[in-house]
């Protein structure tokens, strides 16, 4: 059974950092991609960043350069360190998990940005 289970969202001033971590329990399979996904109040879920369990991220446009998406050792951990953060980053934040043609998602965790 795998599950997701997410830590690390809050507040923040603009300008500010934060870094959430998702720890995936249950099997890791060799096709595994984990990522970031976010959701606004009356916006859809978007990806903001994906990995691979070996290979490059991608990220979505508006967060190039600000986020970093990275995995643990052993790999069933992933990170997403935010810089610079905006208060349009504000949204709850999901970990994903992508493997054997199932997907998984984890519970949420609030991102505010404001001053």
């Known amino acids: 059974q795998v599950q997701l289970v997410e830590s690390g969202g809050g507040s923040v001033q603009p300008g500010g950092s934060l870094r959430l971590s998702c720890v995936q329990s249950?099997?890791?399979?060799?096709?595994?991609?984990m990522g970031w996904y976010r959701q606004a109040p009356g916006k859809v879920r978007e990806l903001v960043a994906i990995?691979?369990?070996?290979?490059?991220?991608n990220y979505e446009a508006s967060v190039k350069g600000r986020f970093t998406i990275s995995r643990g050792n052993p790999r069933n951990t992933v990170y997403l360190q935010m810089n610079s953060l905006r208060p349009e980053d504000t949204a709850v934040y999901y970990c994903?998990?992508?493997?054997?043609?199932?997907?998984?998602w984890g519970q949420g965790t609030q991102v505010t940005v404001s001053s």
């Open positions: 990995i691979p369990k070996v290979g490059t991220a």
């Open positions: 994903n998990s992508q493997q054997n043609g199932r997907e998984y």
């Open positions: 249950g099997i890791l399979f060799s096709d595994n991609r």
